[in-house]
């Protein structure tokens, strides 16, 4: 469990320095560019995560230790860190955390930073429109369903290629 947590945190971590790259590379382009590195960059950390997923559950498998409660803790560990930064932007739009969070948001949570200049390109958050929050959010989860079903289809005994074609 502690494995497939620390995987799942070094992942977000690689996650966020390729999508950094990425984001900084093409910040100073146009909406057009902007939708493909949101599209990009979220698909980069999806594509993490259920590699994250697969490598957890073949550890489990080997170990003779795979059950469905293993998904849940991989999807988990999976949208842990942007579940955890969504709610702090979250409080930061209810006066809780400091107006200036979203800066720190859009650097911490780098996987949709093109999401968040699509949304609003200022670094305050008071400048985030009302549906920004429940967008992130909606983001947030899809890392720990990204991970969580590449387990249970690794643990299956089935590999994603079979699913895949």
Not at 8 to 27: D, Y
Not at 116 to 134: A, H, M
Request: glycine share 10%.
């Amino acid at each position: 469990m502690l494995k497939t947590i620390g995987r799942m945190l070094g992942l977000w971590v690689l996650a966020e320095v390729l999508t950094l790259f990425l984001n900084l590379t093409l910040a100073f382009s146009g909406t057009v560019f902007r939708i493909v590195s949101a599209v990009c960059t979220v698909g980069i950390l999806l594509a993490l995560t259920a590699q994250g997923g697969i490598s957890a559950a073949k550890d489990d498998k080997k170990a003779k230790r795979h059950s469905g409660a293993n998904s849940v803790i991989a999807g988990i560990a999976a949208m842990l860190v942007p579940v955890l930064l969504t709610v702090l932007l979250a409080l930061s739009r209810a006066g809780v955390v400091g107006d200036g969070f979203y800066r720190w948001y859009k650097l911490l949570c780098a996987p949709f930073l093109s999401v968040c200049n699509l949304l609003s390109d200022d670094v305050v958050t008071s400048s985030l429109p009302g549906f920004g929050i429940p967008v992130l959010s909606v983001l947030c989860l899809l890392p720990g369903i990204s991970a969580a079903l590449a387990y249970r289809i690794t643990a299956g005994d089935r590999s994603i290629d079979e699913v895949m074609y």
